[in-house]
């Protein structure tokens, strides 16, 4: 039994190599997520090792406010300028260096643009000499305060030289320094990472970079010799107390890793998801060819049973074809993989700024995940039709059709009972009443969805496929195409049920997407009262944010009735991390976003007193008089008391601190500025000046109302342009499946298509014929993939109404292009199986057993 299989599997290896190259896909993916964060998660291990290399202790002032990478922009808290001398009177102290570091110094380039970062931090730096690693390429140390240098980095991306006046953004507005050094690092490197580095003295990297002369980010340790780091350690921690941590180089670099890596994991799981959806479209496509090839052997595995094989026997030779297939599949996509990892690994180095990427390595995580998906996955979608074939009975080797069709009373009870399961757990995952198992429930609902979907699909398709194919039934290969697609309701079902997966998620993401994108811009145009709206694009965790003189000198244009800024930061709220925000003039909350008090009076606001949101205060027990402990990133906590309570509303902060607060805020300038206009101004009289105003502001820029609403809704776009691409490998697999489906269905009619050929059926009307098959089986997926995903779209567009997504949209000419694309499809799948069925030999096919 053992050989006749590998016979068998040997005979039939190109079609089943085609199934296999799904599961190739789908494992490429996986793999590939693996050794991609591998890659990336080593290499910038290096990056701290190198960046920590000289540090022996570090010490640093206990954070006032912790704050993950995904929450927002996390801010170290100074260290006094005297605990430097404190830290070198420690015992076994050699030196030790206050050093100021933190993120947000932008350069202004020489085309008068900021040169930006997707993802390394801009670090603006204290100069304090060369060292094994730093070392001074170009010029000298900066001396006068007028003065910076740059790594060599960030020299080449903003094309700037020694001897270059430049402009730098930092926690105060732009000042012009002059470039007097450029340098860069040991082996050649022109930056740790990609981080972009501008080091001032150390008097001016205090005032721009922490607000505050005399103090420091964190101090770093040289121990004396023959003195243990971790000793040192120890000694500094007890001479300073629980207000500093202490930490050896080593234990910074681990630090530092563990929580970059966290932020891999984060993207790894989303690779891993659309893996998901490949390797569920690959599933449809691999039961649809074994159950095609168990159709087709009828009569040899009849044959098998007669002679006195077992079913067991049965069972094992068609489990052992998908092994192999899963194998050979395992190991393709293991290659595929590493080579797609390791070109995302070099695509991700070079956006961001140039990273020294380690050796690409094939991690065990990667292995095993590709040979586990890659075997689990075959041998699932295999059970069915080897139990099918389990059961064929000896008796079927004497028959000429041994394949009737089955009823499909089983097949659609099994998909209403399991679509009902899907749809409940989409009930209670988007009714929030999963707990804390929200996103699971709602990702099995999904699933179970699909699958409930794909088992209804036979009872359907005959009827849609029917009367698609009327659409050809004037042309007799039209006809005959028709009736071929519709010939085996369960094939056809399952060959457009991997079709349909890609399509439905597409379709609901969309739906989603553009329904938020209405109702927002929606929103924005009934709450907005302002003509002019100053704003920038936020590329990284740092919104752009302008001189708040700009508020003023705004207020002072001729025509010009109101001007508000707006600020925003995280802070420790109570118990709670929440936005907070403020407002340069707090009568704009009501006169330019429209905003009724519920209690007490939001029209003033002392600076001691705080507003907050109707769903803020009902969450919080709070009322006015209420008083709440907030804690900001650059200030010491602060108890304000609430003197006013406002309707919550989606273009208002849940929490409205004075403006005073906004020193203690990450960024203590505004990121947002509006502008009301007199009844008798018009915005292209003011819109200029007010240009003119933001000279010196390159990140942000000026726009009416309708321009500004139309730039934030674009973000939308580019979301959904990024997840359409990722889905496509979905689409590509399901064009497999069609290609498939149709060889093998080509091959299985090899006698029928000799007969027609025989009668007169041309070769330019063999191949219309499987054209029109192939045409009418991917519309009829497309179709039930924008009607699967238009639900789904719309029943998470109804969850979101209370948070403010209203507007339900459907994309119609979105849908209709996806229809255009699902003909398109079909005719691309159609070429090599009606190419194959035009040269079938006439006399051969007809003699064809």
Same mark, same amino acid.
């Given at each position: 039994?053992?050989?006749?299989?590998?016979?068998?599997?040997?005979?039939?290896?190109?079609?089943?190599?085609?199934?296999?190259?799904?599961?190739?896909?789908?494992?490429?993916?996986?793999?590939?997520?693996?050794?991609?964060?591998?890659?990336?998660?080593?290499? /910038?291990?290096?990056?701290?090792?190198?960046?920590?290399?000289?540090?022996?202790?570090?010490?640093?002032?206990?954070?006032?406010?912790?704050?993950?990478?995904?929450?927002?922009?996390?801010?170290?808290?100074?260290?006094?300028?005297?605990?430097?001398?404190?830290?070198?009177?420690?015992?076994?102290?050699?030196?030790?260096?206050?050093?100021?570091?933190?993120?947000?110094?932008?350069?202004?380039?020489?085309?008068?643009?900021?040169?930006?970062? /997707?993802?390394?931090?801009?670090?603006?730096?204290?100069?304090?000499?060369?060292?094994?690693?730093?070392?001074?390429?170009?010029?000298?140390? @900066?001396?006068?305060?007028?003065?910076?240098?740059?790594?060599?980095?960030?020299?080449?991306?903003?094309?700037?030289?020694?001897?270059?006046?430049?402009?730098?953004?930092?926690? &105060?507005?732009?000042?012009?320094? #002059?470039?007097?050094?450029?340098?860069?690092?040991?082996?050649?490197?022109?930056?740790?990472?990609?981080?972009?580095?501008?080091?001032?003295?150390?008097?001016?990297?205090?005032?721009?970079?922490?607000?505050?002369?005399?103090?420091?980010?964190?101090?770093?340790?040289?121990?004396?010799?023959?003195?243990?780091?971790?000793?040192?350690?120890?000694?500094?921690?007890?001479?300073?107390?629980?207000?500093?941590?202490?930490?050896?180089?080593?234990?910074?670099?681990?630090?530092?890793?563990?929580?970059?890596?966290?932020?891999?994991?984060?993207?790894?799981?989303?690779?891993?998801?659309?893996?998901?959806?490949?390797?569920?479209?690959?599933?449809?496509?691999?039961?649809?060819?074994?159950?095609?090839?168990?159709?087709?052997?009828?009569?040899?595995?009849?044959?098998?049973?007669?002679?006195?094989?077992?079913?067991?026997?049965?069972?094992?030779?068609?489990?052992? $074809?998908?092994?192999?297939?899963?194998?050979?599949?395992?190991?393709?996509?293991?290659?595929?993989?590493?080579?797609?990892?390791?070109?995302?690994?070099?695509?991700?180095?070079? *956006?961001?700024?140039?990273?020294?990427?380690?050796?690409?390595?094939?991690?065990?995580?990667?292995?095993?995940?590709?040979?586990?998906?890659?075997?689990?996955?075959?041998?699932?979608?295999?059970?069915?039709?080897?139990?099918?074939?389990?059961?064929?009975?000896?008796?079927?080797?004497?028959?000429?059709?041994?394949?009737?069709?089955?009823?499909?009373?089983?097949?659609?009870?099994?998909?209403?009972?399991?679509? *009902?399961?899907?749809?409940?757990?989409?009930?209670?995952?988007?009714?929030?009443?999963?707990?804390?198992?929200?996103?699971?429930?709602?990702?099995?609902?999904?699933?179970?969805? /699909?699958?409930?979907?794909?088992?209804?699909? @036979?009872?359907?398709?005959? %009827?849609?496929?029917?009367?698609?194919?009327?659409?050809?039934?004037?042309?007799?290969?039209?006809?005959?195409?028709?009736?071929?697609?519709?010939?085996?309701?369960?094939?056809?079902?399952?060959?457009?049920?991997?079709?349909?997966?890609?399509?439905?998620?597409? #379709?609901? !993401?969309?739906?989603?997407?553009?329904?938020?994108?209405?109702?927002?811009?929606?929103?924005?145009?009934?709450?907005?009262?302002? &003509?002019?709206?100053?704003?920038?694009?936020?590329?990284?965790?740092?919104?752009?944010?302008?001189?708040?003189?700009?508020?003023? +000198?705004?207020?002072?244009?001729?025509?010009?009735?109101?001007?508000?800024?707006?600020?925003?930061?995280?802070?420790?709220?109570?118990?709670?991390?929440?936005?907070?925000?403020?407002?340069?003039?707090?009568?704009?909350?009501?006169?330019?976003?429209?905003?009724?008090?519920?209690?007490?009076?939001?029209?003033?606001?002392?600076?001691?007193?705080?507003? !907050?949101?109707?769903?803020?205060?009902?969450?919080?027990?709070?009322?006015?008089?209420?008083?709440?402990?907030?804690?900001?990133?650059?200030? &010491?906590?602060?108890?304000?008391?609430?003197?006013?309570?406002? +309707?919550?509303?989606?273009?208002?902060?849940?929490?409205?601190? @004075?403006?005073?607060?906004?020193?203690?805020?990450?960024? %203590?300038?505004?990121?947002?500025?509006?502008?009301?206009?007199?009844?008798?101004?018009?915005?292209?009289?003011?819109?200029?000046?007010?240009?003119?105003?933001?000279?010196?502001?390159?990140?942000?820029?000026?726009?009416?109302?309708?321009? /500004?609403?139309?730039?934030?809704?674009?973000?939308?776009?580019?979301?959904?342009?990024?997840?359409?691409? *990722?889905?496509?490998?979905?689409?590509?697999?399901?064009?497999?499946?069609?290609?498939?489906?149709?060889?093998?269905?080509?091959?299985?009619?090899?006698?029928?298509?000799?007969?027609?050929?025989?009668?007169?059926?041309?070769?330019?009307?063999?191949?219309?014929?499987?054209?029109? &098959?192939?045409?009418?089986?991917?519309?009829?997926?497309?179709?039930?993939?924008?009607?699967?995903?238009?639900?789904?779209?719309?029943?998470?567009?109804?969850?979101?109404?209370? $948070?403010?997504?209203?507007?339900?949209?459907?994309?119609?000419?979105?849908?209709?292009?996806?229809?255009?694309?699902?003909?398109?499809?079909?005719?691309?799948?159609?070429?090599?199986?009606?190419?194959?069925?035009?040269?079938?030999?006439?006399?051969?096919?007809?003699?064809?057993?």
């Amino acid at each position: 039994m053992f050989r006749a299989t590998l016979k068998s599997l040997l005979a039939r290896k190109l079609r089943l190599i085609l199934s296999g190259l799904a599961v190739v896909l789908g494992v490429m993916f996986v793999s590939g997520a693996f050794v991609l964060t591998d890659t990336l998660g080593r290499s /910038f291990d290096a990056v701290f090792a190198d960046a920590y290399e000289g540090v022996d202790v570090n010490v640093s002032a206990t954070s006032q406010m912790e704050v993950s990478d995904f929450e927002g922009e996390p801010v170290a808290a100074p260290v006094p300028a005297e605990t430097v001398e404190r830290i070198r009177g420690v015992d076994g102290v050699a030196d030790a260096t206050g050093i100021v570091a933190a993120d947000g110094a932008r350069l202004i380039g020489s085309n008068g643009k900021v040169v930006t970062s /997707f993802g390394p931090p801009q670090l603006g730096e204290n100069w304090v000499g060369v060292s094994d690693l730093v070392q001074l390429r170009e010029g000298r140390e @900066p001396q006068a305060d007028d003065e910076i240098v740059v790594n060599a980095g960030l020299a080449k991306a903003g094309r700037v030289a020694v001897g270059d006046r430049v402009g730098v953004l930092t926690l &105060e507005p732009k000042q012009e320094f #002059t470039i007097v050094g450029i340098f860069g690092y040991s082996g050649g490197r022109d930056s740790l990472g990609g981080t972009n580095e501008i080091m001032f003295t150390t008097p001016v990297a205090q005032q721009l970079m922490l607000g505050q002369r005399d103090a420091f980010t964190n101090v770093t340790v040289t121990a004396a010799d023959g003195v243990s780091n971790d000793r040192l350690r120890d000694d500094i921690a007890a001479a300073l107390g629980t207000d500093f941590e202490v930490k050896t180089g080593t234990q910074l670099s681990a630090d530092a890793s563990a929580t970059l890596k966290e932020g891999l994991s984060f993207f790894n799981r989303i690779l891993l998801g659309f893996a998901a959806v490949a390797l569920l479209v690959g599933t449809f496509l691999i039961l649809n060819t074994f159950s095609i090839i168990v159709a087709q052997r009828t009569r040899e595995l009849a044959l098998m049973r007669a002679v006195g094989a077992g079913r067991r026997q049965i069972i094992g030779s068609v489990v052992l $074809e998908a092994v192999a297939v899963g194998l050979l599949a395992s190991v393709l996509g293991l290659g595929a993989g590493v080579g797609v990892g390791a070109l995302l690994a070099y695509l991700f180095g070079n *956006l961001s700024g140039g990273l020294d990427l380690a050796g690409i390595a094939v991690p065990p995580a990667a292995v095993i995940a590709a040979f586990g998906v890659g075997l689990v996955i075959t041998v699932v979608a295999a059970l069915l039709p080897a139990l099918r074939a389990s059961r064929i009975p000896p008796i079927a080797a004497m028959q000429d059709v041994a394949t009737p069709d089955r009823p499909l009373t089983k097949v659609t009870m099994a998909g209403a009972a399991v679509t *009902l399961a899907g749809a409940t757990l989409l009930f209670l995952g988007l009714g929030g009443h999963a707990g804390g198992n929200t996103l699971s429930t709602i990702l099995g609902g999904v699933l179970l969805a /699909f699958i409930g979907v794909a088992l209804l699909t @036979p009872l359907v398709s005959r %009827p849609v496929v029917g009367l698609l194919g009327g659409i050809f039934s004037w042309w007799m290969p039209g006809k005959l195409g028709r009736l071929n697609s519709g010939r085996n309701p369960r094939r056809t079902a399952i060959t457009a049920a991997a079709l349909m997966v890609g399509i439905a998620l597409v #379709t609901g !993401v969309t739906v989603i997407l553009d329904s938020a994108k209405s109702s927002i811009s929606g929103l924005a145009q009934d709450t907005i009262k302002a &003509e002019l709206v100053i704003a920038g694009t936020q590329t990284s965790a740092r919104p752009p944010s302008f001189d708040p003189a700009v508020l003023e +000198e705004s207020a002072a244009i001729p025509g010009v009735a109101l001007v508000g800024g707006a600020y925003g930061d995280l802070a420790q709220v109570g118990d709670e991390r929440t936005w907070v925000g403020a407002n340069s003039d707090v009568s704009t909350l009501t006169k330019i976003f429209g905003a009724r008090a519920t209690a007490g009076d939001i029209s003033r606001l002392g600076p001691d007193q705080m507003l !907050v949101s109707s769903d803020v205060a009902a969450s919080r027990g709070l009322s006015v008089g209420s008083t709440v402990p907030v804690q900001l990133a650059r200030a &010491e906590a602060k108890t304000y008391t609430v003197s006013g309570i406002y +309707e919550a509303s989606e273009f208002l902060d849940p929490i409205t601190l @004075p403006v005073v607060a906004t020193q203690g805020f990450t960024i %203590p300038q505004p990121i947002a500025g509006f502008i009301q206009l007199t009844p008798d101004a018009q915005v292209a009289d003011v819109l200029p000046r007010v240009e003119t105003l933001l000279a010196d502001s390159p990140e942000v820029s000026v726009a009416d109302r309708d321009a /500004f609403i139309q730039q934030q809704a674009s973000q939308f776009d580019s979301l959904l342009q990024m997840i359409q691409i *990722l889905l496509l490998l979905a689409i590509v697999i399901a064009v497999l499946g069609i290609i498939n489906t149709l060889a093998l269905s080509v091959l299985e009619r090899t006698r029928e298509l000799g007969l027609l050929r025989a009668v007169g059926l041309g070769r330019a009307q063999t191949m219309g014929m499987i054209t029109i &098959e192939a045409v009418v089986i991917s519309v009829f997926g497309a179709l039930l993939g924008i009607a699967v995903g238009s639900g789904l779209g719309a029943a998470v567009v109804e969850a979101l109404r209370d $948070e403010g997504i209203t507007d339900l949209v459907l994309p119609w000419a979105d849908m209709g292009t996806m229809v255009g694309l699902g003909a398109l499809v079909g005719v691309l799948a159609a070429v090599i199986p009606a190419v194959r069925a035009a040269r079938i030999d006439v006399l051969g096919a007809i003699a064809h057993d």
